[in-house]
């Protein structure tokens, strides 16, 4: 059981917060609107804490494109379908495997218009409110939906703020930018990738 959480727990984290750093790097305006409305909330000698991240509208938009766009775990493990059910008009017989697909329901071009393009704006709305899209799914949903979601949205955010409030991320110069294609393992990661990193003190 133990190993089983941190097997789950660590490669998704791991996976989601290097994908965080790899956007950030690529991403040099989006870093900077972060790094300012973090500043405008935290102090710089103290360290983030939840009651922050949730003043900080484009950061959290920034943290779900991240989940959106990092398709860390694509398709989760197959169910059998325990009965006969019938949903929207169809009939999906006792017995029937079935996988979801959170890759096309983040990847999706009729719901997002632009959805390979890394633009945490889509999560702010016109009163600049973060305003949660429930297509991200990366938690999976229903009963068997990821059991490590609280710790996940308190420790990504956290280790994320805190990384901005005090570094910048960048390509190196020189260096061709990271790949898009990812690792592919049971979860997705990106490929090794170099980012020069800069003190903001
Ligand atoms: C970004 C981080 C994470 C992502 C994207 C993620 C994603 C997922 C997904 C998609 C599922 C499958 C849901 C389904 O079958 O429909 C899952 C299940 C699970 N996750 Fe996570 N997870 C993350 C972090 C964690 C953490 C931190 C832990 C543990 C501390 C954890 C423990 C588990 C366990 C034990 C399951 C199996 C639950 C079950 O089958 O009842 N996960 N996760």
């Known amino acids: 059981m133990l190993a089983d959480l941190l097997q ?20 040099p305006k989006i870093q900077k609107n972060c790094q ?28 779900l494109e991240t989940h959106r766009l990092a398709n860390v775990v694509p398709n989760p493990v197959p169910r059998i379908c325990p009965n006969d059910w019938n949903i929207r008009g ?22 997002w218009g632009d959805p390979e393009n890394f633009r945490p704006e889509r999560f702010i709305n016109e009163k600049g ?15 068997r939906v990821c059991i490590g979601i609280i710790l996940s949205n308190a420790v990504i955010p956290l280790f994320l703020a805190t990384l901005l409030q005090n570094f910048t991320f960048s390509v190196v110069p020189g260096k061709i930018p990271p790949t898009t294609e990812p690792e592919i393992g049971i979860s997705l990661s990106p490929k090794e990738f170099e980012v020069k990193i800069t003190n903001r003190a």
């Not at 297509?135 to 009963?143: D, N, Q, Y």
């Open 8 to 27: 789950t727990g660590t490669t998704t984290t791991n996976a989601t917060l290097n994908y965080g750093l790899w956007f950030l790097s690529l991403n």
């Open 36 to 63: 300012a409305e973090i500043d405008s909330v935290v102090a710089r000698h103290l360290s983030p804490t939840i009651e922050d991240i949730e003043k900080l509208p484009y950061f959290q938009a920034f943290v």
């Open 90 to 111: 169809y009939t999906v017989p006792k017995g029937s495997l079935i996988i979801s697909n959170h890759y096309s329901a983040h990847m999706d071009n009729g719901h």
């Open 129 to 143: 409110e973060f305003v949660i899209d429930k297509r991200v799914c990366h938690f999976g949903f229903g009963k």
